[in-house]
């Protein structure tokens, strides 16, 4: 074709010796450029017309067309790609759509460089070409897009390099082949997401089969780089502002089932297991079941891939030296900021760590996963559906019974307590529950050792900058008249509307569980103290031997725990510090009352014990009731069992049956020493108040009724007359 020039020997050149089209042989290379090629087509030879030329380069000779080193050193030129360039180029405008329609259904698209130089050169026809990521330098095989080698546009090239020297030729590409620089977004537009839509046709369904491979998973991992925000999980960017690669959160990932099968589940419902992040993960707490318990069977954890899988699939990062090969000493020389720096590049240090970072942005959990109303894979569930706090119906929240609604009286009950209650419309926004949040719950409260408590209260713990982050629950209130209904899709609340009001739903649930480890087993957060010096002064005994773990129930988790993230957690859930008059009540007085017997049943006139041990602990429980006795108008503890004691007889009675002695020595004046069953702590003021208000004891004082009962007259009738007569003269 003229419109080669002197580029038709080129032309030439990569096609094979024998070459030929629609039944013509080509002459030989130096026939086909310039004014040689002009002379031979007024000679009777045919001269294509730019687009069959373009169709004859898909014809190309392999090791004829191989790529060839720029004489920079910096990239590779691929001929086929430099003869189609110039064809169009250099064509009339009329002729540039047929150029770039054979340009999409010929064979000359470069998408690989083989290791002997030779190019691996396909068809687009209806695929998205793009750009890859300057660092994506192996081959990305995505279905519905193809990737121009990285050799040809890239090399060793860094992005102002190659604006300069590729700018001109990357124009005519991208007009050729409608090649697009590389956007992730775009990308995963292109080739990912129409096959993760909720109502697939079969087609995407087939193509989210091919998704399910460890070579898709790597070059989704290479093009995200540093798009990934591992802080930030897809799985709740619906209405965020990742919204339009929300869907890539439910990208099929390999896992192991509960029976040890592999099966592929949407990243959103996969959990990291032990081997990507030891007993972090949520494997550690599922492993700590008693065998035999329900919860066993309740709980399907999907728990993703171990990373030897994974690793090499990325690539190792590229080495960089000074150019005598000499390791560059220059101080903090890689921590300023290049203009020329790989932009789209991740910054995980390793590939381990690249891959982690990926998988946690698109969803698989690193903790215990909490469930939006409106989970991934929900429909219909919406903010909108849940006007004036109607219970969401997304599948976490159907069938939650009494928790739902006592988590729905708090909020309304906190909604009525505004001032603008009157104007406005609450809706749940952000509220979520805990994936496995019952069976768990059961399963440590069914626990006798606390352990399924400790491995559940410490994954909390270790997760806490997680859980921290969704600990209130999340409402719109939108002011009465306005029909959010028909804003315009997305339909997100008004900054102005939303507000934080009191605890999330998992969170609310944990409050009213037993899910505490403590010395005395499991227990509410609300009946649990955190260990302090105030707790271990009032209810330790050294003499004894005993702690104050053995009286109270004192927050257990063990050892390895960030002591700042146990208070973080505690103090949210409701557990308890130091005690004082003005946080302990009576139902921690009926514990300490339960176990003082659970302790000293067998044995409750142990001399050393009651010294020791029992009567600190009653005296220091009324002094922390000073605060609440005034106010009790009726006894609540009345059936707690105290310690009473008649004559050299003690045992444990409820405390309606047990008299206080007020004055000291009265049980003996009185002769009832062996009759009456007493307190054992006597004539103490601070305990008198708690224990008749509180707990319902009589005071022996008030009790008895003294009446005279006369004997037999000592006096004959004689001195009884001269007494009478004494008294009369007195008078």
């Keep these: 074709s003229p419109v080669l020039g002197d580029g038709g020997e080129t032309f030439r050149e990569v096609l094979g010796p024998d070459a030929g089209w629609d039944g013509r042989a080509f002459p030989q290379g130096p026939f086909c450029r310039g004014s040689r090629a002009r002379v031979a087509a007024d000679h009777g030879a045919m001269a294509l017309p730019p687009a069959e030329c373009v169709r004859v380069l898909g014809t190309a000779d392999a090791q004829r067309s191989a790529l060839r080193e720029h004489e920079s050193g910096y990239y590779e030129v691929d001929p086929v790609l430099e003869l189609c360039a110039a064809i169009w180029e250099r064509a009339e405008p009329d002729d540039r759509p047929a150029i770039e329609e054979a340009a999409r259904h010929e064979a000359i698209f470069t998408v690989h460089r083989n290791d002997d130089g030779t190019a691996v050169r396909e068809v687009l026809g209806d695929d998205t070409a793009f750009y890859p990521p300057q660092s994506a330098t192996r081959d990305l095989p995505l279905g519905g897009l193809r990737f121009l080698a990285h050799a040809v546009c890239w090399g060793a090239l860094n992005r102002n390099e190659r604006s300069s020297m590729l700018g001109d030729r990357m124009r005519t590409w991208s007009a050729l082949f409608d090649l697009k620089e590389f956007r992730f977004q775009e990308v995963m537009q292109a080739s990912v997401l129409p096959a993760l839509i909720l109502d697939p046709t079969d087609e995407q369904v087939r193509l989210r089969d091919r998704l399910k491979s460890d070579e898709t998973l790597a070059a989704i991992c290479q093009l995200a780089g540093a798009f990934t925000k591992p802080d930030r999980p897809l799985r709740y960017q619906r209405l965020g502002t990742d919204r339009a690669i929300f869907n890539l959160s439910r990208l099929p990932v390999p896992c192991v089932a509960s029976d040890g099968t592999e099966v592929w589940v949407p990243a959103y419902r996969a959990y990291f297991g032990t081997a990507w992040s030891g007993e972090d993960s949520v494997e550690h707490v599922v492993a700590g079941l008693p065998a035999g318990d329900p919860a066993r069977d309740e709980i399907e954890l999907h728990v993703l891939a171990g990373p030897e899988r994974f690793l090499g699939l990325l690539g190792e990062p590229d080495e960089i030296s000074t150019a005598d090969g000499a390791e560059d000493q220059t101080p903090d020389a890689g ?15 390793t590939e381990r760590d690249r891959w982690f970072s990926f998988f946690a942005w698109i969803g698989v959990n690193p903790c215990l996963r909490l469930v939006h109303f409106h989970d991934v894979e929900d429909r219909d569930s919406g903010w909108l559906t849940t006007k004036d706090l109607e219970q969401p119906q997304g599948w976490a929240f159907r069938g939650l019974g009494e928790t739902w609604t006592s988590f729905a009286e708090q909020l309304t009950g906190l909604v009525a307590s505004r001032d603008d209650v009157d104007k406005v419309v609450p809706y749940l926004y952000e509220v979520h529950d805990l994936e496995y949040a019952g069976p768990l719950i059961g399963a440590a409260e069914r626990d006798v050792t606390s352990e399924v408590a400790r491995r559940l209260f410490a994954h909390l713990v270790r997760h806490w900058h997680t859980y921290s982050a969704f600990a209130d629950a999340g409402l719109a209130l939108v002011e009465k008249g306005k029909w959010p209904n028909s804003r315009n899709k997305p339909q997100t609340a008004q900054g102005d509307e939303l507000e934080s009001l009191g605890d999330n739903l998992w969170l609310h649930r944990l409050r009213w569980s037993g899910v505490c480890p403590t010395t005395r087993g499991p227990r509410r957060p609300g009946v649990t103290r955190l260990r302090t010096p105030e707790l271990e002064r009032r209810f330790t005994s050294s003499r004894r031997k005993r702690g104050c773990g053995d009286l109270v129930a004192v927050l257990d988790v063990g050892d390895g725990l960030s002591a700042s993230g146990i208070r973080a957690l505690a103090e949210r859930l409701g557990v308890r510090g130091e005690p004082s008059p003005s946080n302990f009540d009576p139902v921690d007085a009926r514990l300490l009352c339960e176990q003082l017997r659970q302790l000293h049943a067998d044995d409750p006139g142990d001399a050393f014990a009651l ?25 609540t503890l009345g059936v707690v069992p105290l310690l009473a004691r008649a004559g050299e007889t003690y045992r444990f009675l409820p405390a ?48 008895l009724e003294w009446r005279p009962r006369p004997g037999e007259c000592p006096l004959d009738d004689a001195e009884l007359s001269e007494v009478r007569a004494g008294l009369r003269s007195l008078a």
């Design 656 to 703: 309606r049956d047990v008299l206080f002695v007020r004055t000291s020595g009265l049980k003996e004046r009185s002769g009832l020493v062996d009759v009456v069953d007493t307190f054992v702590l006597e004539a103490e003021p601070a305990a008198e108040s708690a224990l008749v208000r509180i707990f319902g004891c009589r005071v022996l004082d008030d009790a």
């Design 611 to 635: 010294r020791h041990v029992v009567k600190p602990a009653y005296r220091s429980m009324f002094e922390l009731l000073s605060g609440h006795a005034e106010g009790s108008t009726r006894p």
């Design 335 to 349: 921590d300023e900021v290049d203009l020329d720096e790989d932009v789209d590049r991740g910054l995980d240090a």
